[in-house]
C-alpha cells in the first residue's frame, strides 16, 4: 500500500511561481519513478515530468521546458515540482504518481490556477 499527498496547490499570477510537493508514504521500494501529471478542465491528464531513484533521468513536457524543475528527496521519499514563470495554460489539477514494480500509484491532486 503507497499513499501520495500532494501540497503547494494555489491562486497565482501569470508569471509567478509555486513549488509543489508530494510525500509517500507505505512500501515503497528502493527503486521507483516518480512523476508529475496535470489535467486542464475539459482536457486529458497529460504527463509534466518524471525522475528515477537517482534523479539521473528527467523527463519534461515540452511545454514546461525551462520553467518547471522536478526533483526528489529519496531520505523523505518526497519530490517536488519548482514552476516558475506560470501561465494561464497551466492551470490544472497536478497529480503526483508513483510507479514501482509495474503498479501505479496516484494521489488526490493538488489544483494550480494562474491568473493571466
Known amino acids: 500500500q503507497v499513499q501520495l499527498v500532494e501540497s503547494g496547490g494555489a491562486l497565482v499570477q501569470a508569471g509567478g511561481s509555486l513549488r509543489l510537493s508530494c510525500a509517500a508514504s507505505g512500501s515503497i521500494f528502493r527503486s521507483n519513478v516518480m512523476g508529475w501529471y496535470r489535467q486542464a478542465p475539459g482536457k486529458q491528464r497529460e504527463l509534466v515530468a518524471t525522475i528515477t531513484t537517482g534523479g539521473s533521468t528527467n523527463y519534461y513536457v515540452d511545454s514546461v521546458k525551462g520553467r518547471f524543475t522536478i526533483s526528489r528527496d529519496n531520505a523523505k521519499i518526497a519530490e517536488y515540482l519548482q514552476m516558475n514563470d506560470l501561465k494561464p495554460e497551466d492551470t490544472a489539477v497536478y497529480y503526483c504518481?508513483?510507479?514501482?514494480?509495474?503498479?501505479?500509484?496516484w494521489g488526490k491532486g493538488t489544483l494550480v490556477t494562474v491568473s493571466s
Open positions: 504518481n508513483l510507479v514501482q514494480r509495474g503498479l501505479v500509484y
